[in-house]
């Protein structure tokens, strides 16, 4: 059964700090690993990562994946209070569009 | 352009009441996936289809769940009898396609509560 482990569970920062998030996976014939946002409602897509060692950048946010260790982080620089969330993580299978997700994590950023 | 369209956003019912939620996914979309959140669990995979025809239902968790996509604008998710344990978030996505490159734009939701 396919498996994605997020850590921290929750974490609690000031404005201006640096995160990293956490997301290992075990996923049968894996073909990529997905980050998301989720705010109040639904989730919103942030990055997709296929290739071992190449980072993806949008503003302060960046994420990249180790293929040998199957597993990604996320780093979030200058937080925001807007960064508040919950982060999820999903890998996805070979030929398909199924994802399995992560349990996420919970990030609060205090003024 | 509108989004993933789902109804009701909220949804309060007893226990042996059927229950039927609806999804519009994004206007050209062909892939349409059904999830289910809650704390214990996380966001799960119920059901997904591809061209209107279900693809891997392994995650509907009973015969009381059932889903439908008549057309390609149009999905429900129904429960009968529904049951507490199936109070969640259930979300609806939808992809351009089904291949693996394809992402998935998640709807606002149903919050569900079984009392």
């Known amino acids: 059964e396919d498996k994605v482990v997020q850590s921290p569970l929750s974490l609690v920062v000031h404005e201006g700090d640096t995160v990293t998030l956490n997301c290992s996976y075990e996923?049968?014939?894996?073909?990529?690993l997905l980050w998301y946002k989720q705010e109040k409602k639904a989730p919103t897509f942030l990055f997709m990562l296929t290739s071992s060692g190449i980072e993806k950048k949008s503003g302060r946010l960046s994420s990249i994946l180790d293929k040998k260790e199957l597993s990604s982080i996320l780093n979030i620089t200058a937080t925001q209070t807007g960064d508040s969330a919950i982060y999820l993580c999903a890998g996805r299978v070979a030929a398909g569009n199924k994802l399995t997700f992560g349990g996420g994590t919970r990030v609060l950023v205090k003024p | 352009d509108a989004g993933v369209i789902q109804s009701p956003r909220h949804e309060v019912t007893e226990m042996g009441q059927e229950v039927t939620l609806r999804c519009k996914p994004i206007s050209g979309h062909n892939s349409l996936f059904w999830y289910r959140q809650t704390m214990m669990r996380g966001l799960e995979l119920l059901i997904y289809f591809n061209n209107n025809v279900p693809i891997d239902d392994s995650g509907m968790p009973e015969d009381r769940f059932s889903a439908k996509m008549p057309n390609a604008s149009f999905s429900t998710l129904k429960i009968q009898p529904s049951e507490p344990r199936d109070s969640a978030v259930y979300f609806c996505a939808s992809s351009l396609g089904g291949g693996e490159w394809e992402t998935q734009y998640f709807g606002p939701g149903t919050r569900l509560l079984v009392l």
């Open positions: 996923v049968t014939n894996f073909r990529s």
